[in-house]
C-alpha cells in the first residue's frame, strides 16, 4: 500500500470520534444508526451507506437481518426505492449475494471481513451482472466497500457498505482501511453499549414521551414538567407511569439510572421489574383529578 493510502492519525482520530458520537446517541437506535451511515459516508467520500446487524446461518444459505439503516445522499426518492426493491425482489440475502456471505463469515473467524468491489467481483463481470443494471445502475451508484465485523454479544455480525456516486471517482484502498477500522470498533459495542431497535430505547418513544423523558433526566419535578410542557398534572403523570412500563423500572431512580449506565435491555426482559419485600412492581399511583397526590 502506497504510503498516500495509508491511514493517518487524523484518520484515526475522525474514525473514534465518529463512534463517540454514535456512543452519545446510544439509547436511539435509529439516530445512531443513521449517524453512523452518514459518518461513514462522509469519511470514505461516498455518497450513500448501509448499517445491519445480521445473523448468519452455519451453512451460509440464509441470513436474518435484526437491525438495518439506510442513509447518505441519494440523487432522488426513486433512486433510493431502486435499492430497496432490490431488497424486497430477493429476500433470501444469502443466495443473492453469496460472495458478501462468505465474506461475512470471515469476520466470525475473527478475520479482517472488509472488501472492495472488484475483490469481490471484476469489472467485466460487474457491468454486465443483473444486480448493477436492474438495480444499481437506475439508483445511480456504482462501485462499493463492504466491511463486517463480529459481535460477540449475539453471535452476529455488523455490516458497513458504503457506496459511491457514478458521477464520483473510485473508492480508494485508504477508504476500505478507514471503513474496517470503524466497523471493528462498532461492531462489540452493538448491544451493549449502542442499542438495537429491540432494545429498550427513546426510538420506541412518541414524541411527547420523549419531551416526558428529557424533562426527568432533567431533573425536573412532575409540577416542573408540567408548566415546561404546558400540561395538566394528571397527565404529566400518566406520561410518566407510561415511561415506567416501557422501561420496566419501578421509580424515577431506575430510570435515571438506566440512561447513566448506559447498558440497553433488550424488549424481552420480564414485564416487569422483580417484587421487592413481597410488594408487586407497579407504577406511579394514579392521582384523581384534581391532581393532588393520593397517599
Same mark, same amino acid.
Given at each position: 500500500m502506497g504510503k498516500s493510502q495509508q491511514l493517518r492519525i487524523?484518520?484515526?482520530?475522525?474514525?473514534? #470520534?465518529?463512534?463517540?458520537?454514535?456512543?452519545?446517541?446510544?439509547?436511539?437506535?435509529? =439516530?445512531?444508526?443513521?449517524?453512523?451511515?452518514?459518518? =461513514?459516508?462522509?469519511?470514505?467520500?461516498?455518497?450513500?451507506?448501509?448499517?445491519?446487524?445480521?445473523?448468519l446461518a452455519t451453512d451460509l444459505k440464509?441470513?436474518?437481518?435484526?437491525?438495518?439503516? +439506510? !442513509?447518505?445522499e441519494w440523487r432522488d426518492a426513486s433512486a433510493r426505492e431502486c435499492v $430497496?426493491? $432490490?431488497?424486497?425482489?430477493?429476500?433470501?440475502?444469502?443466495? +443473492? +449475494?453469496?460472495?458478501? $456471505?462468505?465474506? =461475512?463469515?470471515?469476520a466470525l473467524l475473527g478475520s479482517d471481513a472488509t472488501?472492495?468491489?472488484?475483490?469481490?467481483? %471484476?469489472?467485466?463481470?460487474?457491468?454486465?451482472? +443483473?444486480?448493477?443494471?436492474?438495480?444499481?445502475?437506475p439508483a445511480y451508484v456504482d462501485d462499493l466497500i463492504l466491511s463486517f465485523g463480529f459481535? %460477540?454479544?449475539s453471535d452476529s455480525v455488523v455490516m458497513i457498505a458504503v457506496n459511491q456516486d457514478v458521477s464520483d471517482r473510485a473508492?480508494?484502498?485508504? =477508504?476500505?482501511? $478507514?471503513l474496517s477500522l470503524l466497523t471493528r470498533r462498532?461492531?462489540?459495542?452493538? !448491544?451493549?453499549?449502542?442499542?438495537?431497535?429491540?432494545?429498550?430505547?427513546?426510538?420506541?418513544?412518541? %414524541?411527547?414521551?420523549?419531551?416526558?423523558?428529557?424533562?426527568i433526566l432533567a431533573g425536573? #419535578?412532575?409540577?416542573?414538567a408540567a408548566r415546561r410542557l404546558c400540561l395538566q398534572p394528571t397527565t404529566v403523570h400518566e406520561y410518566i407511569g407510561e415511561l415506567y412500563r416501557r422501561f420496566h423500572v419501578e421509580s424515577r431512580g431506575e430510570l435515571m439510572a438506566y440512561f447513566v449506565s448506559r447498558r440497553p435491555r433488550t424488549l424481552h426482559d420480564g414485564p416487569t421489574p422483580a417484587p421487592r419485600n413481597g410488594q408487586p412492581a407497579r407504577s406511579p399511583a394514579r392521582r384523581p383529578a384534581h391532581g393532588s397526590a393520593v397517599p
Open positions: 487524523h484518520d484515526v482520530e475522525e474514525a473514534y #470520534s465518529l463512534v463517540d458520537e454514535c456512543r452519545e446517541l446510544w439509547a436511539d437506535a435509529a =439516530a445512531w444508526q443513521e449517524h453512523l451511515v452518514r459518518g =461513514a459516508c462522509r469519511l470514505t467520500r461516498m455518497a450513500v451507506g448501509q448499517y445491519n446487524e445480521q445473523r440464509s441470513t436474518d437481518i435484526l437491525d438495518e439503516t +439506510f !442513509g447518505g $430497496m426493491r $432490490m431488497y424486497r425482489d430477493h429476500a433470501n440475502r444469502a443466495s +443473492f +449475494f453469496p460472495r458478501c $456471505m462468505r465474506l =461475512a463469515s470471515q472488501a472492495m468491489r472488484r475483490h469481490l467481483r %471484476p469489472d467485466a463481470e460487474w457491468y454486465r451482472s +443483473f444486480v448493477y443494471n436492474e438495480y444499481r445502475r459481535n %460477540p454479544r473508492p480508494t484502498t485508504r =477508504a476500505a482501511s $478507514m462498532v461492531a462489540p459495542l452493538v !448491544g451493549t453499549t449502542l442499542a438495537t431497535k429491540a432494545q429498550h430505547g427513546v426510538h420506541q418513544l412518541s %414524541p411527547r414521551l420523549r419531551q416526558m423523558l428529557e424533562r425536573d #419535578s412532575e409540577k416542573q
